[in-house]
């Protein structure tokens, strides 16, 4: 009685002497009233109750597993900028290393000549003296200037890779085009080279990288191999007579009417020095 008096918002104690007439009217038009709202509230769901819990305890869930997505995100995030910044790091590493054994690579094999690596931009155009910049027409500077560590270089995602620029011993280069077959495998050579020694490794193999060599590129070829025999074993695959010569260890394979039969042949340094 207490709990309805007070949603009914009337006084729990008895009325001496009952209600009055206009109390009695006021009653009577506040329960028809309720009586038209429960009418229009319809069939009545016995079991909303548990169903509104259930709906608040899976929106709850919801919520929590939100709240760990969004942990999760923000730990990948964290996780991805971490693995840019050691990308871009590495990367930096590698291309210094890269770029200093090029110039290094290119004194060996062009005699008075030079040659770089730089990093190439959106907003570089027309690089001069550039190896593979077959729409390079003229010589004005880049939008990067003739400092590589100007606005473009300072906008990582404007890199697009790596550009070699080389000049032979009195030629001024522009394009790759311009190059002979020799001189563009010795360029090929000077990169690979440099990539090489940047990121050692025990061996490499080289599948004709000296076939469009002359005797006098051979040699300096050959004399690359020699001064970096140490810190690496060279695999050359070659048709060239030089470079079988200065080979310390010869495999060859000969092919017979009737099939392939390998011949082997070896010749040790010692061998070679007593011959």
Same mark, same amino acid.
């Given at each position: ?32 009233? $309720? ?7 319809? !069939? ?17 869930? $919801? ?67 550039? $190896? ?33 620029? +080389?000049? !032979? ?30 990121? !050692?490794?025990?061996?490499? +193999? ?70």
């Amino acid at each position: 009685m207490v709990a309805l008096s007070e949603r009914l918002e009337l006084d729990p104690k008895p009325i001496a002497g009952g209600l009055e007439e206009e109390q009695r009217e006021a009653l009577r038009q506040r329960i028809e009233r $309720l009586a038209r709202r429960r009418e229009q509230l319809g !069939p009545v769901n016995p079991l909303a109750q548990e169903e509104y819990r259930e709906a608040v305890e899976h929106v709850e869930e $919801l919520e929590r597993q939100r709240e760990d997505l969004e942990t999760a995100l923000r730990e990948l995030e964290k996780l991805i900028r971490d693995t840019d910044r050691q990308i871009r790091d590495s990367f930096e590493r590698t291309f210094a290393a890269a770029a200093q054994n090029f110039e290094e690579v290119v004194d060996k094999l062009f005699p008075g000549g030079r040659g770089r690596l730089r990093l190439v931009h959106a907003r570089d155009e027309a690089p001069a003296r550039t $190896l593979g910049a077959q729409d390079a027409d003229d010589d004005e500077p880049t939008a990067a200037g003739e400092d590589d560590h100007g606005p473009a270089a300072e906008d990582e995602d404007d890199v697009l890779g790596v550009e070699i620029e +080389i000049t !032979p011993a009195g030629k001024e280069m522009k394009r790759l085009s311009l190059l002979s077959g020799g001189e563009k495998s010795m360029t090929a050579l000077a990169f690979l080279f440099a990539v090489f020694l940047a990121r !050692p490794c025990p061996f490499y +193999i080289l599948d004709e990288v000296e076939a469009a060599l002359d005797d006098l590129n051979i040699d300096r070829f050959l004399d690359l191999l020699r001064s970096y025999s140490e810190r690496a074993q060279f695999i050359v695959v070659t048709h060239q007579k030089r470079t079988m010569e200065a080979a310390d260890c010869l495999y060859g394979v000969s092919m017979g009417s009737d099939g392939i039969s390998k011949v082997i042949s070896r010749r040790l340094p010692e061998e070679r020095a007593a011959a």
